[in-house]
Nanobody
Framework: VQLQASGGGLVQAGDSLRLSCAASGRTLSAYHMAWFRQAPGKEREFVGRISRSGSMTYNVASVKGRFTISRDNAKNTVYLQINSLKPEDTAVYYC??????????????????WGQGTLVTVSS
C-alpha cells in the first residue's frame, strides 16, 4: 500500500487543520492506521491510532480533546483533525499503516508502511 499525506501548512495558534492520508494500491480497510509526528530536532512520536473498522481510536494524553482520528474506508482515506493548534504542534506529521495488530501499536517499528509526511507550522 502507498500512503500520501496532505493538508499541512502554516497556521496561527488557535486555528484548526484536517490532515488527510490517502491510500492506493490496496484497500485501506485491511490496515490499522496511526499518525506520528516529528518536531524539529526531536524524535518521531506517536500521536494516535485507529482500528481497521474505525470503531476504536486512541490518542496520547497530550493531544486528547484536540486531535481526532477518523477514517473513511470507502474513500481509502484516514484523517487527523487538529483543533486549537499550538506552536508546540509544529512538526512533520506522518501516517502509517500496519496489516496486523502487534504489541502496543504505539511505536514506529510496529508499522510497515509510511506516508511521506506533511508539515504543519503553527505561529504564535
Amino acid at each position: 500500500v502507498q500512503l500520501q499525506a496532505s493538508g499541512g501548512g502554516l497556521v496561527q495558534a488557535g486555528d484548526s487543520l484536517r490532515l488527510s492520508c490517502a491510500a492506493s494500491g490496496r484497500t485501506l480497510s485491511a490496515y490499522h492506521m496511526a499518525w506520528f509526528r516529528q518536531a524539529p530536532g526531536k524524535e518521531r512520536e506517536f500521536v494516535g491510532r485507529i482500528s481497521r473498522s474505525g470503531s476504536m481510536t486512541y490518542n496520547v494524553a497530550s493531544v486528547k480533546g484536540r486531535f481526532t482520528i477518523s477514517r473513511d474506508n470507502a474513500k481509502n482515506t484516514v484523517y487527523l483533525q487538529i483543533n486549537s493548534l499550538k506552536p508546540e504542534d509544529t512538526a512533520v506529521y506522518y501516517c502509517a499503516a500496519a496489516p496486523y495488530y502487534r504489541s502496543t501499536m504505539q511505536t514506529s517499528n510496529e508499522y510497515d508502511y509510511w506516508g511521506q509526511g506533511t508539515l504543519v507550522t503553527v505561529s504564535s
